[in-house]
């Protein structure tokens, strides 16, 4: 078992930045992929960024290249969402999210643990 746990959210105003922190436990081991989803009301849940742990590739979804960064801290077994230049179609529950593997997969129903999620609101 792996267990997530997501810090960070808050509201903020548009152009503004914030950093969501996921911190890893359990059987985390280093062939991992870390993601971070997000899901707005009446929206689906998508994939804005991924790492692979061992590799370190990323992945973005095309509306937040350019201005959020996924890392991630290998002794704190921690991965970080760095949110620049926020907008308020950003607004949604951001999840941390984890699977097994080196291959980046942005489909939700390829991730198998979850954090409880963490509200970010942006206001125009």
């Known amino acids: 078992q792996v267990q997530l746990v997501e810090s960070g959210g808050g509201l903020v105003q548009a152009g503004g930045s914030l950093r969501l922190s996921c911190a890893a436990s359990?059987?985390?081991?280093?062939?991992?992929?870390m993601g971070w989803f997000r899901q707005a009301p009446g929206k689906e849940r998508e994939c804005v960024a991924a790492i692979s742990w061992s590799r370190g590739s990323t992945y973005y979804v095309d509306s937040v290249k350019g201005r959020f960064t996924i890392s991630r801290d290998n002794a704190k077994n921690t991965v970080y969402l760095q949110m620049n230049s926020l907008k308020p179609e950003d607004t949604a529950v951001y999840y941390c999210?984890?699977?097994?593997?080196?291959?980046?997969?942005?489909?939700?129903?390829?991730?198998?643990?979850w954090g409880q999620g963490t509200q970010v609101s942006v206001s125009s």
């Open positions: 999210a984890a699977r097994p593997g080196e291959v980046i997969l942005i489909q939700r129903y390829n991730y198998n643990y």
């Open positions: 359990g059987r985390t081991g280093s062939s991992y992929v």
